[in-house]
């Protein structure tokens, strides 16, 4: 028999397959029980050993042949099938997708967690305190007795309330009975939060306080309502010259210069003494504040950015502290201006308005967390 | 506190520019907050000589110059000035500059026809005076040519913020004092002398000398005793009431050269008398107040007000006195408020002859609880709260005195000296190092005294005092304690840390050196609180979740905050909310009892900007009462979502419709959040009582236990919306963080030992009929406890109702996830545990479907 003949009749007849049932027909009346080459293979058994040898192979042949040209066209016929309905499946992908909504962080939160992670690495823990205060806390404690002219400057909200107390606020019996008063009010600054610290944790301490304060002031560029955030050491043996290198430290990790040029002006403010305004250089860029470099510089100028100085004996006292064998310093920078001059913003009033469009602007994207490995700020 | 620069040379001899002066004045703690220096207006003028001058063709008032600017090409100028003639040396404004009286920028024109190349210029134009009679006529040989801003000498006016604790700078003399001891020039000592220095203020002004005032033995001028009785019954008020009469004055206006410096200082010139109480105070921080004595009756007491008494000062206002304050007063009622302002009808007038002089001291916390009390500032009041020189009485009088005298003519009485200043001398105690321990700067002792002498501090003979007897030997060292005497214009100064700051202030605090503060070992450890760890987390988690975080005011409008009060249900420590006693609006007055009424507004104003939804947050506190008056701050996260969950899709085949966010949209926020917060969400209970401002049916708390609401979640109540003006249902969740338990021990970071389970867990479905108010949270967390061994989960998949379910019921299904132990369940097992799921179903009365 021409086995050969055979075979390539059988191949050409497979690749002619024009589908899957034809292939299958074709492997039935090829390979089936009753198909052509099975036909062959079951003729092998009545053949003499040397016929055997001698067709057998060939027989075995054609069936592998068979079968693979049967398998391969199989698959090239999935293959086509596969690719025409997959071409029916074809879909627009300029459509938009599903939008997850995108929240934000407000640039207050973010510049005080900035806060929070640079005066880690200085060794400074996160402090509270209550924001409805009373007048010793706000001011008596920080040495602004009631009839001192610095608490009329503080434009201070009150409310009708005393405290009835007849212990020292706080829970604390450290203040002196009877020398404190008990009107409660809006906290003007962050610095009662000093007293509350001393008295509860006592010295050496590193604390930084942020938080809301309030002042009865509204206009352009103030707001009743803003945000500080208090610094305080207290130590043996630190002087003006930590205070200095403290600030210039924060700045320069907060704004990631390493230009930041710092000018102590002397000042006054009740709770410290000495007492320092702090001044830093700046210049414009495409009409925004751009802080670094000297005031002196040509094109900068200073401006003001925080108060500080050594803790007055007073104070010291308030907390519970013994003026001979502690010192240190505090200040006090406002976190809202901080956040303005870092990243642009200009209108303070527009931090508490909640218009998303700002917020979606200016705000952070919540996996901005601040890293002092990756610094601290959020670029664009 | 505003100065001119004459003034201020008047009393310090200096050479330094405007821009030493100030750069010193901020170096020292003098902040300068402006400079009007007029000599930067008047650029663009020039001194220039009329060469000719003829009619205008045109115009029968006008002239036409040629005017030489000293470059030697004569300009065609036109001119209105009658004074305007050839040979006249005047001031010329070029074509760019700014006429400083009006802001009109000169350009070259034509005036009727004749081409103008610029303008001769009045006094009044230039704003150095208030002439226009004529153009300004300078002496013959001013040099022509040369820019009039340096001819002018004009008079520059500093404005220095001065710091509550200097009084002492609250007079140009203290400033002076200052600039002087920082080494900007020499002091003019006091007393004066009378001896004359200086020249005027300003050539262009031409305004005389002013004579200095002298300080002269009482003897020379004094004639005769106080006609007036002068006493003072409120030594603790008023402890010393200096005063004397001066007879015969006539109260014209006073000279030029004083109007100068009291208008550079803001001040208005008035009258003579009391233009020189005023200069008085603003050039030595020292009031005094001058009575007419034909409005006196008997003596003139300090004493405290009766209750009742009233006064009308010199505002114009009357005043409800009380016996707390100090007051001057006669035998028919009060004159003056002490040392805050002084009555309207005693002042001094036009037709004033004779005039009662007051310098008194009176206590600063008197003149300061008085002022407070009344809501009256004035010069005089800041300078008392703050201090005025106790020792300064006497000369204080004797400047006015002699003022008086010169420019009033008039006879002056004996000094009459009722009760005695505080003057007893101050002592310090100082440790020279302090400077460098407290002030980080290294100063020489030898400088220190120095500085602290130039700025009035004293060393009594015996001032050094050793701790150890070898520091004594060696002054230089300054091993030791100095012992100062302080200034009496200094109040400020208490003790050693003040004596710090002078010294540093004036040495320069740009030579501070940095030093680090030492750090402590290894990496930085963690500083923050747990409390300030979750607000971070919860803080990032609600933005990951595609909310915007809004920080809005602390404080409500009234209706907001009580409309949000948590009634006891809530919130059993207390409902009352706190309310501000000078609100700066009614919208700015009550301290938020929640954050939603925040939120809800900041809502208000997205949607009426045209958002159609909005995902707002905000984490802070909430101001409660707490215990003892005190405040009760809690933390709490508010979600608010508004309007659309979802713009229009294409693929949400909702095109037309409108898809509002809803309860189980705010439901997944707060448990979510609640999860991110560690509250174990999974044993919590969804009951009612979300509160009135919710919609009754579509809100509900989460509960840890009965009690413990750590969350209420929902839709808001239409009525509570209309109060917003909001028309778009709104979702809220609230989470009450401080009710979240905290962990409890020290941190841990190793979990529970787990491996994942070797045998698959299978799940077996259960549908339920059960009651229509069953809710179906029941059902399912019966269900998950039916077999705690073997049921991992239990999650509800479907609520069917209509076909198929009786009236009354619905179909509640169940998938129960079941987790093989060592190994795989047997027919019988299972079986077992669908009984068991059964009948702990059944027990609140559902029926397994069949």
Redesign the interface.
């Known amino acids: 028999m021409d086995y050969a003949a055979t075979g390539q009749q059988a191949l050409a007849r497979i690749a002619d397959a024009g589908d899957l049932d034809s292939v299958e027909a074709l492997r039935v009346e090829f390979l089936g029980k009753q198909g052509s080459i099975s036909g062959l293979l079951k003729t092998l058994g009545a053949m003499s050993p040397d016929e055997r040898q001698s067709e057998g192979p060939q027989i075995h042949g054609l069936r592998e042949a068979v079968t693979a040209a049967l398998t391969s066209r199989k698959e090239v016929l999935e293959g086509a099938a596969l690719e025409a309905r997959l071409a029916g499946e074809s879909i627009d992908l300029s459509?938009?997708a599903?939008?997850?909504?995108?929240?934000?962080?407000?640039p207050?939160?973010q510049v005080m967690?900035e806060l929070?992670e640079i005066?880690?690495?200085?060794?400074?823990?996160?402090a509270?305190g209550?924001?409805?205060?009373?007048d010793w806390h706000n001011f008596t404690a920080l040495n602004m007795p009631?009839?001192?002219?610095?608490r009329?400057?503080h434009d201070t909200?009150?409310?009708?309330?005393?405290?009835?107390?007849t212990?020292a606020?706080g829970g604390t019996t450290n203040a002196p009975s009877g020398t404190y008063g008990?009107q409660?009010l809006?906290r003007t600054h962050t610095s009662p939060v000093q007293i509350r610290t001393m008295l509860e944790q006592g010295a050496p301490l590193?604390i930084i306080a942020p938080g809301?304060v309030?002042r009865?002031?509204?206009d352009a560029t103030h707001t009743?309502?803003f945000h500080q955030i208090e610094g305080l050491?207290i130590?043996k043996?630190?002087?003006?010259?930590?205070?200095?290198?403290?600030l210039?430290?924060f700045l320069k990790a907060f704004f990631e210069r390493d230009d930041i040029v710092l000018?102590?002006?002397?000042?006054?403010f009740?709770f410290t003494?000495?007492?320092?305004?702090v001044d830093t250089g700046y210049s414009f860029e495409g009409g925004r504040r751009v802080v670094g470099g000297s005031g002196d510089d040509p094109g900068h100028s200073w401006m003001e950015l925080l108060g500080s100085g050594?803790v007055?004996?007073h104070v010291l006292e308030a907390g519970g502290l013994d003026p001979d064998e502690w010192?240190g310093f505090a200040f006090g920078v406002g976190v809202d201006r901080l956040a303005m001059l870092k990243y642009g913003m200009n209108d303070l009033r527009a931090?508490?308005?909640?218009?998303?469009?700002w917020?979606?602007h200016y705000?952070f994207?919540?996996?901005d967390?601040p890293t002092?490995s990756g610094g601290v700020g959020a670029g664009v | 506190m505003k100065f001119s620069l004459s003034w201020l040379k008047y009393f310090l001899e200096t050479e330094a520019s405007v821009a030493q002066i100030a750069r010193t004045l901020?170096?020292?703690?003098l902040?300068v907050e402006e400079i009007d220096d007029p000599s930067l207006k008047l650029a663009g003028f020039r001194i220039a000589r009329v060469l000719t001058a003829d009619r205008h063709p045109d115009a029968d008032k006008l002239q036409v110059l040629t005017v030489d600017t000293g470059d030697g090409n004569p300009l065609q100028v036109v001119c209105g000035a009658p004074n305007a003639r050839a040979g006249l040396v005047g001031v010329l404004g070029l074509p760019g500059a700014v006429v400083p009286a009006n802001g009109m920028v000169l350009k070259q024109a034509s005036v009727r026809g004749v081409e103008s190349n610029g303008m001769m210029c009045s006094t009044r134009e230039l704003e150095l005076g208030e002439d226009h009679d004529g153009i300004i006529e300078l002496p013959a040989d001013a040099p022509v040519g040369t820019a009039f801003a340096e001819y002018a000498d004009t008079d520059p006016v500093f404005d220095v913020a001065i710091?509550?604790?200097?009084p002492d700078c609250m007079g140009v003399y203290g400033i002076a004092r200052d600039l002087a001891a920082a080494g900007l020039g020499t002091l003019l000592p006091l007393p004066f002398r009378g001896e004359g220095r200086g020249e005027g203020p300003t050539r262009i002004a031409q305004s005389p000398t002013p004579p200095l005032p002298t300080l002269s033995p009482e003897g020379e001028r004094a004639l005769g005793a106080c006609p007036i009785e002068i006493r003072t019954d409120d030594p603790d008020g008023c402890p010393a009431f200096y005063g004397r009469v001066i007879r015969g004055v006539t109260n014209g206006v006073s000279p030029d050269w004083m109007q100068a410096r009291l208008k550079a200082a803001g001040q208005r010139p008035i009258s003579a008398l009391v233009d020189i109480t005023n200069y008085v105070m603003l050039g030595f921080g020292r009031p005094a107040h001058a009575y007419d004595c034909a409005q006196l009756t008997g003596a003139v007491v300090a004493r405290r007000a009766r209750d009742g008494e009233s006064v009308t000062a010199l505002n114009g206002k009357v005043y409800a006195l009380d016996s707390d304050m100090t007051v001057i007063a006669d035998d028919s009622g009060v004159h003056d408020i002490a040392g805050i302002m002084g009555g309207e009808h005693s002042g001094c007038s036009e037709s004033t002859r004779d005039v009662l002089l007051e310098i008194a001291y009176f206590d600063?916390?008197r003149i300061?609880?008085t002022g407070?009390k009344l809501g009256l500032t004035s010069d005089a009041r800041?300078r008392f709260?703050?201090g005025v020189d106790p020792g300064f009485l006497d000369a204080g009088l004797d400047i006015v005195t002699d003022l008086i005298l010169q420019n009033c003519g008039g006879e002056a009485s004996e000094v009459v000296r009722a009760g005695s200043p505080p003057i007893a001398p101050r002592m310090v105690n100082f440790d020279p190092d302090l400077v460098?321990?407290?002030?980080?700067?290294e100063v020489s002792w030898e400088n220190q005294t120095t500085i602290l002498r130039a700025l009035g501090f004293n060393f009594p003979d015996n001032w050094m005092s050793s701790i150890e007897g070898e520091a004594a030997a060696t002054m230089a060292s300054c091993h030791g304690l100095a012992r100062l005497s302080v200034p009496g214009w200094r109040p400020?100064i208490e003790?050693a840390?003040?004596i710090?700051?002078e010294v540093?202030?004036i040495h320069g605090?740009?030579n501070?050196?940095?030093?680090?503060?030492?750090?402590?070992d290894g990496v930085?450890?963690?500083?923050?609180?747990p409390?300030?760890k979750l607000e971070?987390r919860l803080?990032?988690?609600?933005?990951?979740?595609?909310?915007?975080?809004?920080?809005?005011?602390?404080?409500l409008p009234e209706a907001e905050a009580q409309a949000f009060v948590l009634r006891q249900a809530q919130d059993e420590r207390g409902s009352e909310v706190?309310?501000?006693?000078?609100?700066?609006s009614e919208d700015?007055k009550v301290?938020r009892p929640s954050l939603l009424p925040?939120?809800l507004?900041?809502?208000k104003?997205?949607l009426d900007?045209g958002?159609a939804g909005?995902?707002?947050?905000e984490i802070?506190?909430r101001?409660l009462r707490g215990q003892?008056?005190?405040?009760d701050?809690r933390l709490s996260l508010a979600v608010v979502l508004a309007g659309e969950k979802?713009p229009r899709?294409?693929?949400s085949g909702k095109a037309a419709s409108f898809d509002a966010f809803d309860a189980f949209d705010a439901k997944a926020e707060a448990l979510a959040l609640l999860a991110e917060a560690g509250a174990p969400v999974d044993n919590l209970q969804v009951l009612g009582e979300a509160g009135a401002q919710f919609h009754p049916g579509q809100s509900a708390t989460l509960r840890l236990g009965p009690k413990n609401v750590l969350a209420r979640f929902g839709l808001l109540h239409p009525a509570l919306l209309k109060q917003f003006d909001i028309d778009v249902p709104v979702a809220v969740a609230e989470l009450f963080l401080d009710a979240i338990p905290g962990k409890k021990g020290a941190a841990s970071f190793a979990r529970v030992q787990y491996a994942p389970p070797a045998l698959q867990a299978v799940t077996r479905d259960f549908a339920f009929l059960v009651p229509v108010d069953l809710p179906a949270g029941d059902l399912v967390r019966v269900v998950k406890g039916a077999d705690k061994a073997n049921i991992a989960a239990a999650r509800l998949f479907d609520d069917f109702r209509g076909a198929g379910v009786p009236d009354g019921q619905k179909s509640l299904a169940i998938e129960v996830t079941l987790q093989p132990g060592e190994k795989s369940f047997d027919e019988a097992e299972l079986k077992a545990i669908a009984e068991r799921v059964t009948a702990a179903a059944g027990k609140l009365g559902a029926v397994l479907r069949g």
Do not use: C
């Not at chain 2, 501070?512 to 402590?520: H, I, Q, T």
């Not at chain 2, 930085?524 to 609180?529: E, L, Q």
């Open positions: 459509l938009p599903p939008e997850a909504p995108r929240g934000s962080i407000h207050v939160s967690d929070a005066f880690a690495d200085l060794g400074f823990a996160v509270t209550p924001e409805i205060e009373d009631e009839s001192h002219p610095a009329a400057m909200f009150y409310f009708p309330d005393k405290s009835d107390s212990t606020p008990h409660m809006l590193r809301r309030y009865s002031d509204s009743p309502m050491v130590d043996h630190i002087h003006l010259g930590h205070l200095k290198w403290t210039e430290t000018r102590l002006r002397p000042s006054y009740p003494e000495p007492s320092v305004e050594m007055n004996r010192q931090f508490f308005d909640g218009d998303v469009r917020l979606a705000g994207s919540a996996l967390v002092l | 901020n170096a020292i703690g902040e710091t509550p604790n200097r600063p916390e300061a609880a407070r800041s709260e703050r460098k321990t407290l002030g980080g700067i400020d003790g840390a003040d710090v700051e540093v202030r605090l740009d501070v050196a940095s030093v680090p503060l030492p750090r402590a930085a450890r963690a500083t923050a609180s409390a300030l971070r803080r990032r988690a609600a933005a990951a979740r595609g909310n915007h975080e809004a920080v809005t005011w602390s404080f706190w309310s501000l006693a000078n609100p700066i700015m301290m925040g939120l507004s900041a809502a104003r997205n900007r958002a909005l995902r707002l947050f802070g506190r101001y003892d008056g005190a405040s701050e979802a899709g294409w693929a």
